[in-house]
């Protein structure tokens, strides 16, 4: 157990929905980052927040947003879902914001839009 | 090109083979390379962590990286069925006070008992 819960596990939903994303990083870690796993692209990285404030930014479309909160939880926004968004989300965490360290992920949410 | 490069098998080997996982990368600025290993329906979880060329060695892995070369390896000795995960190499390049991570596409593998 990495430390790291993210909810839901599962989610179906239809093409146009929004979906949110939810994940507790480990105690005592500020830096929590969201990556997007498919079978053709791999483990993508969407973005990283420290502390509250946005620190790096990756592929994330325009669709998506995220934002992490006083006590340090974080959340993925997904709207206008489309079919190519179904994979898996993962959100990690680590103690610093510099991205040199290990990365704690979670079990990661399964997003399968029809 | 992309910038890590990981054949995504699948392999498969008999139990106490010798199992070789390369990545290759094409970006100089990569400092430091990691291996995680993701088992079934769970998350990424770092093996090994290393930043100099050469051989790291934990328990019945090692890991060896070629900055010359821009070649890394995990190698897992004397496998076992509890081996059988996705391996996916990771290399981190640092800009000022930020890194970027950049992780292979990883490859699946299976040990047979």
């Known amino acids: 157990d990495s430390g790291v819960t993210q909810t839901p596990k599962h989610l179906i939903t239809a093409t146009g929905q929004r979906v949110t994303l939810r994940c507790s990083p480990r105690s005592g870690d500020l830096s929590v980052y969201w990556y997007q796993q498919s079978l053709d692209q791999g483990l993508q990285f969407l973005i990283q927040y420290y502390n509250g404030e946005e620190r790096a930014k990756g592929n994330i479309l325009e669709r998506f947003s995220a934002q992490q909160f006083p006590d340090l939880h974080s959340e993925l926004n997904l709207s206008s879902l489309e079919l190519g968004d179904s994979a898996l989300y993962f959100c990690a965490s680590s103690v610093d914001g510099t991205g040199s360290g290990e990365l704690f992920f979670g079990e990661g949410s399964r997003l399968t839009v029809l | 090109q992309k910038e890590v490069e990981q054949d995504p098998g699948p392999l498969s080997v008999p139990e106490g083979a010798i199992v070789s996982l390369n990545c290759t990368y094409s970006n100089s600025a990569f400092q430091y390379f990691m291996w995680y290993r993701q088992y079934s329906r769970k998350g990424p979880e770092l093996l090994m962590y290393t930043y100099s060329s050469g051989n790291k060695e934990d328990g019945r892995f090692t890991a060896q990286v070629d900055k010359s070369s821009k070649y890394i390896s995990l190698f897992i000795r004397d496998s076992q069925p509890s081996d059988s995960a996705t391996y996916l190499c990771?290399?981190?390049?640092?800009?000022?006070?930020?890194?970027?991570?950049?992780f292979g596409k990883g490859t699946l593998l299976t040990v047979n008992p």
């Open positions: 990771a290399m981190i390049s640092s800009g000022g006070s930020n890194y970027k991570l950049t």
